[in-house]
């Protein structure tokens, strides 16, 4: 069985504004990311920006960091 996670609220809004700034998606962007995939209850504008920076991420539009990232 999975553990639970929770999604905070605006978590989505946060990280798109921070990949937004940087241009790259940290470990805890992922994790991020990984909590609203599995969030049941998600809205549909969270869920799309969600889509949106995961393809921005195969497409090469944004790198991918183990650590912090400096804008």
């Known amino acids: 069985m999975f553990p639970q996670v929770q999604l905070l609220p605006g978590a989505i809004s946060e ?3 921070a990949v937004t700034e940087t241009g ?4 805890a962007d992922r994790y991020g990311l990984m909590a609203a995939t599995l969030d049941d209850s998600l809205n549909e504008e969270d869920r ?3 889509n949106r920076l ?7 539009r944004v790198r ?3 650590d912090l990232c400096l804008a």
């Open 54 to 60: 995961l393809r921005s991420v195969l497409r090469g």
């Open 24 to 27: 790259c998606l940290t470990l």
């Open 15 to 17: 990280i798109l504004a």
């Open 64 to 66: 991918i960091a183990n």
């Open 48 to 50: 799309r920006s969600a």
